[in-house]
């Protein structure tokens, strides 16, 4: 079946420092979200990519789809505190109405 | 406020005693999906449906029944719980239909943690 897989799972950085996660899918996807959970809270869907090589910044954190619409990548400039977490993307395929979530980057900021 | 509502939020019960969690969006969403979160596997997608009386496996359906028969409402059933079924839940919903899938953000609600002893 369709995976989609997420790495590095763990990722310590000092406070400043950049930040890459990045997810493969085995599949070409249609589109695909990214998604950030607090420990202890709910996913908060942070954007969506739809266009192949389509590239999106929101402040610090800056988005990729990959040009087969098969990977994608976040981003994030300089750290900061606020910025832990675990980092979810989730893919979609064409014709279809369901989602694969990767396993997450669990993200860690160190002042 | 826009929200999605999840009940309970915690619940420990036991081996075949069936449970339903509740779910319910008031952001007037056609699309509502249910996920469960276990350690190092990510969220699973269980069940989902595009509208109301239209739903549709997700990856991990097994154990789980679910019903849309209002547009508001998505109840997750366990007929019959086993101990593997304890995890994390979330349900989620977006406003899917003519928005799909140029945009389609999920809205996740606060979680429902199961335990089956």
């Known amino acids: 079946g369709q995976q989609v897989m997420q790495i590095p799972q763990y990722q310590h950085v000092q406070e400043g420092e950049d930040f890459t996660t990045y997810c493969n899918s085995s599949?070409?996807?249609?589109?695909i979200q990214w998604y950030k959970q607090r420990p202890g809270g709910h996913p908060v869907f942070l954007i969506q990519?739809?266009?192949?090589?389509e590239v999106k910044k929101q402040k610090r954190l800056t988005f990729q789809f990959g040009e087969a619409k098969k990977n994608s990548s976040l981003h994030i400039t300089a750290t900061q505190t606020t910025d832990v977490g675990t980092y979810f993307c989730?893919?979609?395929?064409?014709?279809?109405?369901?989602?694969?979530f990767g396993t997450g980057t669990r993200l860690k900021v160190l002042a | 406020e826009a929200q999605v509502t999840q009940n309970p939020r915690y619940l420990i019960t036991v081996t075949g005693k069936k449970l339903t969690v509740t779910c319910s969006q008031n952001?007037?969403?056609?699309?509502m999906s249910w996920y469960r979160q276990d350690p190092g596997l990510g969220l699973r997608q269980i069940y989902y449906s595009m509208n109301v009386e239209v739903t549709d496996k997700g990856d991990v359906p097994e154990g789980y029944k679910v019903s849309r028969k209002e547009k508001r409402n998505f109840p997750l059933i366990l007929e019959s719980p086993s101990p593997n079924q304890t995890s994390l839940y979330f349900c989620?919903?977006?406003?899917?239909?003519?928005?799909?899938?140029?945009?389609?953000?999920?809205?996740f609600g606060p979680g429902t943690r199961l335990t089956v002893l």
């Open positions: 952001m007037n969403h056609e699309y």
């Open positions: 989730a893919g979609q395929n064409s014709g279809t109405y369901k989602y694969i």
């Open positions: 599949t070409t996807l249609s589109n």
């Open positions: 990519l739809v266009k192949s090589g």
């Open positions: 989620a919903s977006s406003s899917g239909g003519e928005f799909w899938p140029t945009y389609n953000e999920q809205f």
